[in-house]
């Protein structure tokens, strides 16, 4: 039982290339989350997902994209990427009200570390 | 101004201190409130959760829910060098789907 896995861990670009985080849970979750970590910051929601076939914008979407094709799945796009995306990028899963005891609790995956030179 | 404050910290005891950790928050409508704990490059995972105001003891943590003042409060009892990590409180009203996070406290327990 893996939980939630991110691929990859880490990840150097070039400003402009583009790239795709991948995010999988294998918990049966419905919600499906982004998070940003940066110093000082705390975590920030970038985008999320309440089911197959829908996404929508957090605290700091821009610059960044992304789908839901299976439930199991959530990708994170940078279609451009700049220096200020230098961050660790956290995916995050959790039950919905509909699926038992809801308490929000989120199920974080261990992180990718991406820097943008 | 932000959500959620929380003080970054570092903050360093000996082992055995007793540990305050504490966030404020400005929006009234939060209801579900958490503690979650995430050691150097890991994911952060749930050490605590509560629903409106009061108390709730689990072991050596206990959390405490003032909404007439906006604070929250995790205790560390006995704390053990393991017990260094970040520490992230964390908050949700009635209907939203995701957390609000503060910036967390940076725990460090000297042996």
């Known amino acids: 039982n893996a939980g939630v896995t991110q691929t990859p861990k880490f990840r150097v670009l070039k400003t402009g290339q583009s790239m795709t985080l991948l995010c999988a849970q294998d918990?049966?979750?419905?919600?499906m989350y982004w998070y940003r970590q940066d110093p000082g910051m705390g975590l920030r929601l970038i985008h999320y997902s309440v089911g197959e076939g829908t996404t929508a914008k957090g605290e700091v979407p821009d610059g960044y994209n992304v789908s839901r094709l299976k439930k199991q799945n959530f990708l994170l796009g940078l279609e451009s990427a700049a220096p200020s995306q230098t961050s660790v990028y956290f995916c995050a899963s959790s039950y919905s009200p509909g699926q038992g005891v809801y308490t929000g609790e989120l199920f974080f995956g261990e992180g990718s570390r991406l820097t943008v030179l | 101004q932000k959500e959620v404050e929380q003080d970054p910290g570092p903050l360093s005891v000996p082992e055995g201190a007793i540990v305050s950790l504490n966030c404020t928050y400005s929006n009234s409508a939060f209801q579900y409130f958490m503690w979650y704990r995430q050691y150097s490059r890991k994911g952060p995972e749930l050490l605590m959760y509560t629903y409106s105001s009061g108390n709730k003891e689990d072991g050596r943590f206990t959390a405490q829910v003032d909404k007439s003042s906006k604070y929250i409060s995790l205790f560390i009892r006995d704390s053990q060098p393991s017990d260094s990590a970040t520490y992230l409180c964390?908050?949700?009203?009635?209907?939203?789907?995701?957390?609000?996070f503060g910036s967390g406290t940076r725990l460090q327990v000297q042996p």
């Open positions: 964390a908050m949700r009203g009635t209907g939203r789907r995701a957390l609000t």
């Open positions: 918990m049966n979750h419905e919600y």
